[in-house]
Nanobody
Framework: QVQLVESGGGSVQPGGSLRLSCAAS????????MGWYRQTPGKQRELVAS???????NYADSLKGRFTISRDTAKNTVDLQMNSLKPEDTAVYYC???????????????WGQGTQVTVSS
């Protein structure tokens, strides 16, 4: 069984920075892509950024240049550095991992519990 644990959310003023971290634990699987999504009340969860095992990154167009995703494959961790934060970045941020149980060919989406990020003056 795979579990994702997030940390680093909180409150910050506009223009500030936060760093989110996510660690995957468990055994019997390999991790393909990892990423971060966010969701606000009444809206669908949306991609913030993702990173493959080989390091290829993908960002939401509106966030390029302010957010940076990084990954430590050996430690099964993924971080999201968020700079120049805006009030519209306020959301619950979810860590995601696409995992493949060993000896199978099916991928499974795993989600963290979510961490609140609030940007307000």
């Amino acid at each position: 069984q795979v579990q994702l644990v997030e940390s680093g959310g909180g409150s910050v003023q506009p223009g500030g920075s936060l760093r989110l971290s996510c660690a995957a634990s468990g055994s019997g699987f390999s991790i393909n892509a990892m990423g971060w999504y966010r969701q606000t009340p009444g809206k669908q969860r949306e991609l913030v950024a993702s990173i493959t095992r080989s390091g290829t990154t993908n960002y939401a167009d509106s966030l390029k240049g302010r957010f940076t995703i990084s990954r430590d494959t050996a430690k099964n961790t993924v971080d999201l550095q968020m700079n120049s934060l805006k009030p519209e970045d306020t959301a619950v941020y979810y860590c995601n991992a696409v995992v493949r149980p060993l000896k199978t060919t099916r991928d499974i989406d795993i989600w963290g519990q979510g961490t609140q990020v609030t940007v307000s003056s």
